[in-house]
């Protein structure tokens, strides 16, 4: 059974930056897409951040292109959301997933993460 193991998360202030971190418990992310979602309460998950496998091909919502960056390093088998510029709007749950294709769509992802929270203050 694949486990996804998010950290990095805190409490920031608005313009801070945050590395996210996304590692296997049992499992691997060899060969597979790796993306990075959010979810505001009450609200379904949305897409942020998607990279392809082994990497070089990334996607990005359109709300955080040019402010966070989504990596991976296959050596250690983890994969990284760097977020710059926080803002206050950017205060989420964040999780992880795996899937075959870095697809927006959070369905076509097989495995997530619990989640990490990311606080933003104003």
């Known amino acids: 059974q694949v486990q996804l193991v998010e950290s990095g998360g805190g409490l920031v202030q608005t313009g801070d930056s945050l590395r996210l971190s996304c590692a296997p418990s049992?499992?691997?992310?060899?060969?597979?897409?790796m993306g990075w979602f959010r979810q505001f309460p009450g609200k379904e998950r949305e897409f942020v951040a998607s990279?392809?496998?082994?990497?070089?091909?990334?996607y990005y919502a359109t709300s955080v292109k040019g402010r966070f960056t989504i990596s991976r390093d296959n050596t250690k088998n983890t994969v990284y959301l760097k977020m710059d510029s926080l803002r206050p709007e950017d205060t989420a749950v964040y999780f992880c997933?795996?899937?075959?294709?870095?697809?927006?769509?959070?369905?076509?992802?097989?495995?997530w993460g619990q989640g990490t929270q990311v606080t933003v203050s104003s």
């Open positions: 997933a795996r899937g075959m294709t870095p697809t927006t769509q959070a369905s076509r992802y097989n495995y």
């Open positions: 049992g499992g691997t992310f060899s060969g597979y897409a």
């Open positions: 990279i392809n496998w082994p990497g070089g091909v990334t």
